[in-house]
């Protein structure tokens, strides 16, 4: 006890007296920021390992408390390798977590590294009929489906994973592609503008705890991919029949069709739409 309060002594004595306007706002800052660092951690695998953190955290007090000299040693020596550690362990949610902030971060919005995105093409509406029609044709014979559909962020490591196909979208196609003991059925699609540019592809794999339990691989793979990149994906589920679709790792489950074409007809016209930028750009002259 003595030598915490000897830790809090020395802390208080060298802290600068006079708070400013400055020191409130980075207070805030980090307030926020731990705040969603915590709302981020909870809804991943890593909370698990927060939690023991926090139980070794707990000891270490104690042994200070204590003075348990040969467990101080320990955690002196192990501290040195556990960030590195740490840093290995979490690799794959502080991946996430870095595609997430820039792909939502409205600084690149304002000043864009990479102007070449919205120079391609982008998907109709009459992609958004097909894919609703085809969908729903599906869902009645419960024909599982899973349709990602390309925005500013590139699927290419996504297309690589399965046939490259390169056709022009159809109600038609999409049904065939996902009929049962097909060579493509199985896997996602990918839809890049108004066609269909590779089939079976390979999706990551939600880890969100807090999606329902009774959710299979298909519906954790079309929210992993929407975790991970800006696209939107169409899930028809072989089981009930019904359709869902995926957005910013968010499931909207049991949409009906007028719904469906609204949502993606936002997230269509949400692609099109203006930025806010440094200088002017020239209008595209199919207005997709």
Request: charge should be neutral; include cysteine; hydrophobic fraction near 45%.
């Amino acid at each position: 006890m003595d030598t915490i309060r000897r830790f809090i002594t020395n802390y208080m004595s060298v802290m600068p007296v006079k708070v400013t306007v400055i020191d409130g706002i980075e207070i805030l800052l980090i307030a926020i920021a731990l705040y969603y660092v915590f709302l981020w951690v909870k809804s991943t695998r890593a909370w698990m390992l927060v939690k023991g953190l926090v139980v070794l955290i707990v000891v270490c007090l104690f042994a200070i408390i204590f003075d348990m000299k040969v467990i101080l040693w320990i955690f002196r020596n192990v501290l040195q390798v556990g960030i590195t550690a740490l840093i290995i362990v979490f690799q794959p949610e502080l991946r996430k977590a870095l595609e997430q902030l820039g792909r939502k971060s409205q600084f690149f919005s304002i000043i864009p590294f990479d102007d070449s995105r919205e120079k391609g093409e982008k998907f109709s509406e009459y992609t958004v009929n097909e894919i609703v029609k085809a969908a729903f044709e599906l869902g009645k014979t419960k024909t599982g489906a899973l349709i990602v559909i390309e925005r500013d962020i590139p699927l290419t490591e996504y297309e690589n994973t399965g046939i490259e196909l390169d056709s022009l979208i159809s109600s038609q196609l999409l049904i065939n592609i996902f009929e049962h003991n097909t060579p493509l059925h199985d896997g996602a699609i990918i839809v890049k503008g108004d066609r269909i540019t590779a089939a079976t592809c390979y999706l990551p794999l939600s880890d969100n705890m807090e999606l329902s339990k009774e959710l299979g691989t298909r519906h954790r793979a079309g929210v992993g991919v929407s975790e991970a990149t800006d696209s939107v994906t169409v899930i028809v589920s072989e089981e009930t029949g019904k359709v869902s679709i995926a957005v910013e790792g968010t499931l909207i489950r049991g949409v009906d069709g007028d719904l469906l074409k609204s949502k993606l007809e936002s997230y269509r016209k949400n692609t099109d739409g203006k930025k806010f930028r440094l200088w002017k750009k020239e209008k595209s002259i199919n207005g997709l």
